[in-house]
């Protein structure tokens, strides 16, 4: 990642940090992946520094061009960081559902932002359905490029690096990863990374247990921001699965909390849910043994919200 210049320098080489008060005596060593640390504060700005910069070597996309992409924020964020470096311009199509410093993000990085009207603040399908089809519209115009978050063989490609720098940081290996689940694009990809350098843990993939929609099928609403999306994930394979968990919200906001008194890590909701799931692991796999987990993101986007209120 290092050829490029500006921030762009700054995504990934995230540090790695091992648990030392929430671990009980006996159990596996526990490894945080600090994702929270890239220029936008979270693990998203891999997907987009690959996303835009295949597509350009490609020549699907060039300077000047417009990079479209419908948004909950995070995503957008990180394409508007990425695209205002690489000289392209970026319209997210967001909507007031979502939060607005969000919105104020993506524009500080020179994103145009169109908001999508919802109702009685609900996040809902049809309102996704209506930010996808205005992305897609726009997308026909000459010189505009659909980011395409959700199908890309990009996304997945872009969170390698990140499996190889945990293989890197844990040489002498690795028992077991898990991760939460939207599009499955960084557990998916950090696998491929930790194939790579040869290791094959055992993969969890994770969601709350309030929307199992991988272990039932059923969603519900939960609170979990950028997991239990799909009931199919685009980028899960579930062949490459040990199993699916599923981790109360309500523990994973209260890991939350423990993380950031106690360690020291500072994170969203989906990385609490991810913390517990590990230290569950670490319990049954036992001394002498090691997980890894991810700190998705930077736990100041959260602050407003029921995770650190
Ligand atoms: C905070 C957070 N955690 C976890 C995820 C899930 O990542 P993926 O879509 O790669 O499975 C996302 C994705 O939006 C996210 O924003």
Redesign the pocket.
Known sequence: MDTFGGGLAAIGNTPMVRLGRLVPQGAAEVWVKLEGTNPTG???DR?AISLLTQAMQRGDLSKGDTVVEFTGG??GTALAFVSGVLGLNFTAVFSDAFSYSKQQAMEAFGATVLVEKCVDGKITHDLAERMKLRALALAEQPSHYYADQFGSADVREG?VPMGQEIARSLADGIDAVC?????????MGMLDGLKKQGMEPQVFALEPTQSPLLTTGQSGGHKV???S?FPD?P?LDRSELSGVRAVDQDKAFAMCRRLAREEGIFG???TGLNVCAAIDLAVELGAGKRVVTLS??NGVKYLGGPIYA
Do not use: N, Q, R, W
């Open positions: 979270s693990y998203k997907m995070s995503t969170y991760a939460g689940v939207g599009t499955g694009a960084a557990l921001e950028g997991i999306v994930p980028f969203g909701g989906s998705c993101d």
